[in-house]
């Protein structure tokens, strides 16, 4: 038995090493998180959890005036959409559909009795986990399968491998997002095009099959995803093979037919969820939101500092050499047909209505295609002299700290989730300090709407190294209306130098017995309003509810020093509270 495990294990070995180092960057450096399945993700998921474990799925003869018990639930994931009488999962079925071999496992095997068993609690969302580092470990399998049919030479296909893993996107969303859909996605498109490769050049018909049934998997996965069949002409190598393929096919209607019937078979899946939500076969679920084909984002989508593919993933830009190098070596049609399938593609998700993807980690609508940009690198990889080979090699490999970097940065509120620019993203580069955490999302707020109520100028101040310094202290009696507060904004001149480590911590305490109302602490680095480095006036806003029990309290401003004195020139604290129109 040992020997037969083996035996399999060094058909996998490089597979595996790539997966167990995918596992210790997690856990040594971007660190491990308790909740995978977030945002986008629940709704991916939740049709596991609405079948097995609340029962709430089936609801067309159950409308939300008839039975408004049975929505209870799903109104409050904020992830369901209101279509006719019925609430229906505005995201597609096919994730929780391979997520569900490992829900299952977690079903039946863990004690999940109390009122907690939600199929939320910790052991689903490690599963979860597990459940993309499988389907990732299956897809640099077929990454490997496809690029053994190009005939790529081993280390290049390991290499190709190991930098999809850990110097793309792939890195955050199997870990800190892995609820999300596209590490399935993009298992399910890089099956397909092995498939559909192998048929086209062994004519292999069981493989025609199979691309046939993954194609019905990614339609129900993500139904834009239906657009890798644009990519079959680059599959084919050749017009010749291109006509080869699809005359065989027409030649033997009976195999094309069991083809089509095994897609509509599969993807009739997703029609026969949405039968059971709302007693409608096929269903628009993204109420409200489109695409504008008028109006795409195509600069942005790729080059913006908010979510651009080849700023945050920038190994991909070795893809685009490979395109150049088709050109030099005079292969017109390879140039042709992925060129054409990469515009067509990326026309389509720069018009979709948000091209940035909301709130995420890079343009993560690019991940499930990962493979299509791959191929080409490694083709031109495997074809160059070996000195320019290992020069390419060399300089993709940064790639790999600076994805490393990034995905912790996002994970710990470095980087903004979706607010970033070109100075927010140099002002942040490479930086992983606890002091950068939070940088660059401080708050801003209209002046407008708010009054001054008081206002102490306390000075100039020093401070030595490595010591904690009460700057002022001042009694709720003394300050106008302090039951109306609700920012308290203190102001600072300073250099704000990147390495300073100083901390400003405001608290609100009742004076009778110390109960704490507020208290906070940011670093001084994140009062800065212009640039870094530069001597300004900085401030920051200390924002919390208005307190109202009419009992008195203490303001106190400290002021914790790090490794270095700190000198802060014209304190100043000023109490606002929202103008009466703005309350209104």
Request: aromatic share 20%; with cysteine; charged share 15%.
């Amino acid at each position: 038995m040992i020997k037969i495990l083996i035996a399999v294990l060094k058909h996998f070995i490089a597979e595996v090493l790539i997966i167990f180092s995918f596992i210790f960057f997690i856990n040594n450096y971007i660190g491990n998180t308790d909740k995978t399945i977030n945002a986008d993700g629940v709704g991916y998921y939740d049709y596991l959890p609405s079948i097995f474990i609340h029962h709430d799925f089936v609801r067309n003869y159950n409308s939300i005036k008839e039975d408004p018990l049975l929505y209870n639930r799903i109104i409050s994931t904020g992830v369901y959409v209101d279509y006719n009488d019925f609430k229906v999962d505005k995201y597609p079925c096919g994730t929780a559909l391979l997520q569900l071999p490992f829900f299952a496992y977690t079903y039946f095997t863990s004690n999940l009795s109390g009122d907690n068993n939600d199929g939320y609690q910790g052991s689903f969302q490690k599963t979860i986990f597990y459940s993309a580092l499988f389907y990732l470990f299956l897809n640099i399998l077929f990454l490997k399968k496809i690029l053994t049919l190009y005939n790529i030479k081993k280390y290049i296909i390991i290499f190709c491998q190991l930098t999809l893993v850990l110097a793309t996107s792939v890195t955050h969303y199997s870990s800190y997002d892995a609820g999300y859909s596209h590490i399935y996605s993009l298992f399910a498109i890089t099956a397909f095009i092995y498939f559909i490769k192998s048929y086209l050049h062994q004519k292999k018909i069981n493989h025609f099959f199979l691309g046939c049934l993954f194609l019905g998997l990614i339609f129900i996965l993500r139904q834009p995803n239906i657009l890798i069949i644009v990519f079959i002409p680059f599959l084919a190598g050749s017009v010749e093979n291109l006509k080869t393929g699809i005359r065989s096919l027409f030649t033997n209607k009976r195999s094309l037919m069991l083809g089509i019937i095994l897609f509509i078979g599969m993807s009739s899946i997703q029609s026969i969820a949405w039968y059971l939500q709302t007693g409608h076969f096929f269903v628009y679920s993204y109420q409200g939101e489109s695409f504008n084909f008028l109006d795409p984002h195509f600069y942005s989508i790729l080059f913006s500092y908010k979510k651009g593919l080849f700023i945050y993933t920038p190994i991909l830009l070795f893809t685009i050499l490979s395109i150049i190098w088709f050109a030099y070596k005079k292969y017109f049609y390879l140039l042709f047909t992925w060129v054409s399938f990469f515009l067509i593609v990326t026309y389509v998700l720069s018009s979709w209505w948000s091209w940035f993807y909301g709130c995420s980690y890079g343009l993560r609508a690019y991940i499930d295609y990962y493979t299509v940009f791959f191929i080409p690198f490694a083709f031109m990889l495997n074809s160059i002299n070996v000195t320019p080979r290992i020069l390419v090699m060399i300089l993709a490999l940064p790639s790999v700290p600076l994805n490393i970097i990034q995905t912790y940065q996002y994970k710990e509120f470095i980087l903004h989730w979706i607010d970033m620019d070109k100075e927010k993203y140099w002002k942040i580069f490479l930086k992983t300090d606890d002091r950068f955490k939070g940088l660059v999302w401080k708050n801003n707020f209209d002046s407008n709407l708010y009054s001054t109520l008081d206002e102490i100028n306390i000075g100039d101040v020093f401070f030595p190294k490595n010591t904690i310094n009460e700057v002022h202290k001042i009694s709720t009696i003394d300050i106008p209306n302090f039951d109306k507060v609700s920012i308290i904004q203190v102001l600072i001149d300073n250099a704000y130098q990147e390495n300073n480590d100083t901390r400003i911590v405001l608290s609100i305490n009742k004076s009778s017995d110390k109960y704490n109302y507020y208290w906070h602490e940011r670093y001084l680095l994140h009062f800065h309003e212009k640039y870094l480095n530069q001597f300004q006036t900085g401030f920051f806003n200390f924002e919390f509810n208005p307190i109202v029990d009419n009992q008195e309290k203490t303001v106190t401003l400290e002021v914790k020093t790090g490794n270095q004195n700190d000198y802060l020139k014209n304190v100043r604290l000023k109490f606002l509270s929202k103008t009466i129109a703005n309350n209104k």
